[in-house]
């Protein structure tokens, strides 16, 4: 399956099962699981992606996604767990 049958680039949201599933949710992700690891970035950087980071779970689990892959980093592994 490619990218623009989920979602044509027409469309910028979908809606799974009364979640709100945004273009650029995994990258989103990503960027700020990057921020969370990184040892060298402020508290006030880490608590920003923290929050980023809550607000995409509901639709990260809506699609799947930590059905089919597993975070490498412990700490975040477990923070994910707890939330």
Do not use: Y
């Not at 399956?1 to 949201?13: K, S, T």
């Not at 089919?68 to 707890?82: F, K, N, Q, S």
């Amino acid at each position: 399956m490619r990218a623009d049958q989920i979602l044509p680039d027409h469309v910028d949201q979908i809606d799974l099962n009364g979640t709100t599933i945004r273009k650029g949710t995994v990258a989103a992700f990503l960027a700020n699981a990057r921020i969370w690891t990184d040892e060298g970035v402020s508290d006030a950087a880490r608590a920003h992606a923290e929050a980023d980071l809550v607000e995409g779970l509901p639709a990260l689990r809506a699609i799947g996604f930590f059905d089919v892959l597993e975070i490498r980093d412990v700490a975040l592994r477990t923070w994910l767990d707890t939330h």
